[in-house]
């Protein structure tokens, strides 16, 4: 497989850069022979599209990637952007308990940006999506000195109440359904300078979010849900905040491939595993009398107190417990 | 009133910056005593947010807006960019011959932006989101070399069939309603390095899209609809594309201040008219045989033939019909 610049110079000299196609040129490219999902009642050609919302409400979210911030183009292909965009909204209409619906782009990026870079851009957003069983149903594209993604992910509760952070009670299983650490451990191997191994780079590269398991929980009784996507502390501190709780968890399992990776860098895998954020598992608490559905793993449990997370019974103190984009 | 640079550093002396306040900070600030309308069902601080859509269906819509290119913080205020980012879009679901219902908000800007110049932006997308009757239920910062803000709308149907550009028919009525030319007279008043006449000067910083007349052209039978954000003849051209039909349109009427502003600075007025975006104004086509509401006047008539568009029977011949990002 060529690295990205390989593949971005060769594709750029047949297709031309954005300056080149135009807005309208780009926007035909990336819509035609697209197939929409049933729930797609009008999708992109005109002034907005129209997606069904069954039982009266709709699920919004929208989440902004940019360029060597969220993602680095000579660390991931394009169409793995486009994935990691997607997926980041779609892992957040899962967190509510919702199914999503679809998804709006809105893309600025330098004009010199070569057709190739944002047709796989485009197909990125086109198969994370399918992941999730929707399409793109609408976007814009302007000019700008770096590249930025902004996603908007629409989703449907089908009936159900939103799983928000704040329904925690005191006494429930905290549980996490879907991985965490990987994007970390892969983002430590990219930023040494290596690229395997592969299936930690690909973790950091491409999440896979659980996105069935948020309806699942939401069925099953969750009484608060959340998507990790700043790190597995951080985001349990929003639902400790927001249901007035806290949250004990225990010192999660080392899986052996972040062992390894954390053995050849000098890291402590169970830092990425606390703190590590992007790989979009969903936490969630339950009822500790239900069953928590397939694929959900007890890590703590809820109880009264001044809000805050705990690791076996302590505060965390390996560092920053997850991520803010401007403060660290 | 001071300047916006006076008043930003005023500001930003007691307030900061983003990198000061963090993500989350920022959030809070721009959220915090904000009142949703009926419709939010469930508002910013989530994963993601709920909003009603009463007829199963959901309107959506993206635009991003790139400082430097569509709008400039020396000649605006973060106020004023901030409206300018809500119209464009709100005035897309009014396109649809839909009623807006919410806004969400995905902007990435430098670490050092002052706080008190989002702040300000957050003002304007509430104030022009109030003006459409919707609330701001959502969004995402992210940190990037270019201040970027992306908008997505959501609006309902209310029961109706969304108005594209596909519908209309030979005979139809081409009519209009809202400003055109204003906004492009006020950017070559502003490159000109002029700050008056304020009205146009005004057009240009914060358009006044008709936005409760989509949807009264929806009810009187429009057939076609656009808003009028690239120039009226290149937006026409959108739905004589898509209808394939001629639109043949007369020359507008040039209203007093900008034939005032065009004889001042040596311009063609007729031609901000017909190319002039921004203004947002909506064009649609109705049945010959109905009356048009109020507001809307006629300015042009369908016809069956190759899909043009026509300005008293012939092709314009002024300039570039309209404005496309990058290749123009």
New interface residues.
């Given amino acids: 497989m060529p690295t990205f610049a390989e593949a971005s110079d060769d594709r750029s000299e047949t297709r031309g850069t ?9 926007i035909t490219r990336v819509t035609h022979d697209r197939v929409q999902p049933a729930g797609t ?2 999708g992109p ?22 360029d060597t ?2 993602f680095r183009l000579d660390w991931s292909t394009p169409e793995q952007v486009g994935r990691k965009a997607a997926a980041a909204n779609l892992a ?2 899962a ?2 308990g ?1 199914v999503p619906t ?1 998804l ?5 990026c330098p ?1 010199d940006t070569p057709v190739a870079t944002l047709e796989g851009l485009a197909e990125g957003l086109w198969a994370e999506a399918g992941v999730a069983g929707v399409g793109v ?10 590249l ?1 993604v ?6 449907s ?1 089908e009936g159900r109440q ?1 799983v ?3 329904g925690a009670r005191p006494g429930d299983v905290v549980a996490l359904c879907g991985r965490i650490g990987w994007s970390a451990a892969g983002l430590a191997v990219l930023s040494r300078g290596f690229r395997s191994p592969v299936t930690v780079v690909g973790a950091h590269r491409v999440p896979e979010p659980p996105y069935a398991a948020g309806p699942q929980a939401a069925k099953a009784g969750a009484t608060a ?3 990790v996507s700043d790190g597995l502390l951080a985001d349990l501190g929003h639902i400790a905040d ?1 249901s007035g709780l806290v949250l004990d968890v225990r010192v999660p399992e080392v899986p052996d491939r972040l062992a390894e990776v954390g053995a050849a860098l000098g890291a402590d895998p169970v830092h990425w595993l606390l703190t590590g954020g992007e790989d979009h598992a969903l936490a969630a608490t339950f009822p500790p009398d239900i069953a928590l559905p397939d694929g959900w793993t007890a890590i703590g449990s809820a109880r009264a107190g001044e809000p805050e997370v705990l690791v076996e019974g302590r505060p965390y103190t390996g560092g920053p417990a997850g991520w ?4 660290r």
């Fill in positions: 954005l300056a080149e196609v135009g807005e309208f040129g780009l009642l009008l050609g005109d002034d907005a599209a129209v997606v069904a919302a069954p039982d009266g409400r709709v699920v919004a979210c929208v989440d902004v990637l940019v911030v969220h957040d209409v967190a509510m919702a679809a709006l782009v809105g893309l600025a004009a149903v609408g976007g814009d594209v302007a000019s700008a000195a770096t930025m902004s996603v908007t992910a629409l989703g509760l939103p928000t952070r704040g849900m959340i998507d927001a803010d984009h401007f403060t």
